[in-house]
């Protein structure tokens, strides 16, 4: 078997206090830090799609859990997942898989399956794995099975969702940041980290304890500066507590403003 990845696991279950703990580490974090590297596409490389997929495109920085076949251009079999009946799971775009996949597996749909043609420079490379000879060619059969991750939205889109309702929109500066460039009318103000980068003592009450989406049409919008606050917090919503309808308005409100949109003092 071909070892593609060594992770650990959180549980996916934390609570508040752990949370908070969790992202007193990350609150420092630019988005540089929390980047996904591009990755280049070396000519050969191919992703074919043969099973459409329903539901939401897997995206970079998602948790994406696959079932997959791996073989080489003779036709040898090296590793499969469904042998094992056991799916793999890794972080789409963090570079802790082979660069094939990190490309292969963005914009697949949850039940979509993929025919990968990955050549070497994409792949392991000048290295042999186990059976697998150096320089070679990998030929995937992937599957996914679910992605979990941040819903980025751009300015555009946070207004229209701003028109059908149905949402709670959380700004989560800090007091002198609201002072500064003013409000989208209707934010709740909750601060979540303070100047110096420690979670806000008031956050556990008044955001983890009281705003967890209950359904399809309960969606938190959370906004800030310039979208790297909020992409920090929604990534560890999502990841670590199970939210689902929590959107990252991904240019925060000095995009907003930029575009000409309304804030009140």
């Not at 940041?177 to 003013?182: A, I, S």
Request: glycine residues 10%.
């Amino acid at each position: 078997m071909v070892k593609m990845i060594i992770m650990t696991k959180i549980s996916n279950k934390l609570s508040a206090g752990l949370l908070a703990s969790m992202l007193v580490m990350l609150a420092g974090c630019s988005s540089e830090g929390d980047a996904v590297a591009e990755v280049m596409v070396t000519p050969g490389f191919e992703a074919n799609t043969v099973v459409e997929g329903e539901g939401r495109a897997a995206q970079s920085g998602d948790e994406v859990t696959v079932h997959y076949t791996g073989t080489l251009t003779d036709g040898t079999k090296f590793d499969s997942s469904r042998d094992r009946d056991k799916p793999f799971s890794f972080t789409l775009g963090a570079g802790s898989v082979i660069k094939g996949w990190d490309v292969g597996v963005v914009g697949m749909k949850p039940g979509e399956q993929r025919k990968l043609v990955i050549p070497a420079e994409m792949g392991y490379g000048s290295r042999a794995m186990s059976v697998i000879p150096a320089n070679s060619t990998l030929l995937f059969d992937v599957e996914l099975i679910s992605a979990v991750g941040i819903n980025n939205i751009s300015s555009s889109e946070l207004k229209a969702m701003l028109a059908e309702g149905n949402l709670t929109l959380v700004d989560i500066r800090r007091p002198e940041e609201w002072k500064k460039t003013g409000i989208i009318e209707g934010s709740k103000k909750i601060t979540a980290f303070t100047k110096n980068g420690r979670i806000h003592s008031d956050f556990n009450d008044k955001f983890l304890k009281r705003l967890e989406p209950k359904g399809e049409n309960d969606k938190i919008v959370i906004i800030c500066r310039t979208g790297n606050r909020t992409k920090t917090l929604a990534r560890a919503l999502v990841k670590e507590m199970g939210w689902q309808d929590v959107y990252n308005v991904k240019d925060g409100i000095t995009d907003w403003i930029k575009r000409g949109n309304p804030v009140i003092k």
